[in-house]
């Protein structure tokens, strides 16, 4: 069974950090692109950041460039999201999601992503 678990979500002063854990199981890992999606209230799901683990291409949205990081541990099947300088605009609840890699491209539509995690609410207060 297709499996991702968050792990890492909190409260958090604004400037302060967080790093997000998603933990893959039941598929090929190595064959799939992993994103970091968040949803606030009242808004649409959005693409943070993304990771091809077949060849290392990135993606980070316009808000998080320079604050964000992503990074995966193909040992452990886990992408990592060190969020750091965080703003309450960051409040949400984050998602990773996988889905098949395709070389020289990472995917940031999140209906193209075939399996999702529970989700983990992150709060940043002012």
């Known amino acids: 069974e297709e499996k991702l678990v968050e792990f890492g979500g909190g409260v958090v002063q604004s400037g302060g950090s967080l790093r997000l854990s998603c933990v893959a199981s039941g598929f090929d890992f190595d064959d799939y692109a992993i994103g970091w999606f968040r949803q606030a209230p009242g808004k649409e799901r959005e693409a943070v950041s993304c990771?091809?683990?077949?060849?290392?291409?990135?993606y980070y949205g316009d808000s998080v460039k320079g604050r964000f990081t992503i990074s995966s541990d193909n040992a452990k099947n886990t992408v990592y999201l060190q969020m750091n300088s965080l703003k309450p605009e960051d409040t949400a609840v984050y998602y990773c999601?996988?889905?098949?890699?395709?070389?020289?491209?990472?995917?940031?539509?999140?209906?193209?992503?075939?399996?999702w995690g529970q989700g983990t609410q992150v709060t940043v207060f002012s």
């Open positions: 999601a996988a889905v098949p890699a395709i070389f020289g491209t990472v995917s940031t539509e999140a209906e193209e992503y075939d399996y």
């Open positions: 990771i091809s683990i077949t060849d290392g291409d990135t």
